[in-house]
């Protein structure tokens, strides 16, 4: 399976502040997704991210509040924007597998604390 | 839509067998994942079914009934460490993401 880091692990920011999350993967890969986990709670997807063509969002997540770049095979970023409190959460980047593209794989996750 | 369904949390002595089982309901079905979840990780990557029956891996196995729209997750021998969170979630045709439960927290007690 593919090795998949993020940055910055954990942080806590103000309300109105914007942070970006990094996720860098050691493969290429079609396919990059970003999941929310709220505490106590599963995971839920944001978006998919696919190299070269916007990001496509979930019901309930817009572009506005957080945009994703996806430069390139192996890296993506999303930005939590104007954060408020409900947006402390365990933020999770994951890849399809290889070779089996069904299985997702996830990074170490970044958990985010709003005051 | 989607619907997966598994209890919430579940408790078992050390050596013993658990069963945690997850219900769903979807259209287009494209597998059935369990991953394990210990607390602040990420979650891990334990089974896939896609087919009916059962997938032994080590000491855990996966069984998917598709016409019941039902799966469980099986752990034998169990382990202090297996005390975790257990996910489980369905792939969706036409969709590359995975629909995740809410998840079922087991604590393994000696």
């Known amino acids: 399976s593919a090795v998949i880091s993020q940055k910055p692990s954990r942080d806590i920011c103000q309300r109105g502040t914007s942070l970006t999350i990094q996720c860098q993967v050691d493969?290429?890969?079609?396919?990059m997704f970003w999941y929310r986990q709220q505490p106590g709670q599963s995971l839920t997807l944001i978006a998919t991210?696919?190299?070269?063509?916007?990001?496509?969002?979930e019901s309930g997540f817009v572009i506005d509040k957080f945009p994703i770049s996806r430069p390139n095979l192996t890296f993506s970023t999303l930005t939590v924007s104007n954060m408020s409190p409900e947006d402390s959460s365990i933020y999770l980047c994951?890849?399809?597998?290889?070779?089996?593209?069904?299985?997702?794989?996830f990074g170490p996750g970044t958990r985010l604390l709003v005051l | 839509g989607q619907n997966i369904d598994q209890p919430t949390e579940m408790t078992a002595t050390e050596g013993a067998i658990v069963q945690i089982n997850c219900t769903y309901q979807?259209?287009?079905?494209?597998?059935l994942f369990w991953y394990q979840q210990h607390a602040g990780e990420a979650p891990t990557f334990l089974s896939y079914?896609?087919?009916?029956g059962l997938e032994e891996k080590g000491r855990f196995s996966s069984f998917l009934s598709r016409s019941k729209g039902y799966s469980y997750l099986l752990l034998k021998e169990l382990q202090m460490k297996d005390s975790a969170s257990y996910l489980c979630?369905?792939?969706?045709?036409?969709?590359?993401?995975?629909?995740f439960g809410t998840g079922t927290r087991l604590t393994v007690i000696p």
């Open positions: 994951s890849v399809e597998g290889q070779p089996r593209q069904e299985t997702q794989y």
């Open positions: 493969s290429q890969v079609t396919m």
């Open positions: 991210a696919n190299q070269g063509s916007e990001a496509t969002y």
């Open positions: 979807t259209s287009g079905f494209n597998g």
């Open positions: 079914n896609v087919l009916d």
């Open positions: 979630a369905v792939g969706q045709t036409g969709a590359n993401n995975l629909f």
